[in-house]
Nanobody, 125 residues
Framework: QVQLVESGGGLVQAGGSLRLSCVAS????????MGWFRQSPGKEREFVAA????????SYGVPVQGRFTISRINAENTVYLQMNSLKIEDTAVYYC??????????????????WGQGTQVTVSS
């Protein structure tokens, strides 16, 4: 059974930084792309970032490009999301997700089939 556990969310002022972590278990982590999504009240879940199984490729949603960085350490089954220059509109629940198919990296919500419980990020003015 795949488990993804996020941590690192919290309250931060606009312009600040946070780093989210996600520890995975129950899957051969080094074979799967990992991703981060977010959802704000009343909005659809939105793609934030994805990283390939070897970290060779990264992909970002337009709203976060240049501000967020995804990374992973396969030996620790962990994926990170470094968030800099945070804006009020970054406020959301952030979810970690594991790819549906090994050795494949895409950015659609349906391309990921294991999800964490989410961690709240709140950016204040």
């Amino acid at each position: 059974q795949v488990q993804l556990v996020e941590s690192g969310g919290g309250l931060v002022q606009a312009g600040g930084s946070l780093r989210l972590s996600c520890v995975a278990s129950g899957l051969p982590f080094s074979r799967y792309a990992m991703g981060w999504f977010r959802q704000s009240p009343g909005k659809e879940r939105e793609f934030v970032a994805a990283i390939s199984w070897t970290s060779a490729r990264e992909s970002y949603g337009v709203p976060v490009q240049g501000r967020f960085t995804i990374s992973r350490i396969n030996a620790e089954n962990t994926v990170y999301l470094q968030m800099n220059s945070l804006k009020i509109e970054d406020t959301a629940v952030y979810y970690c997700a594991a790819g549906r198919t090994p050795y494949e990296m895409r950015s659609g919500e349906h391309d990921f089939d294991s999800w964490g419980q989410g961690t709240q990020v709140t950016v204040s003015s």
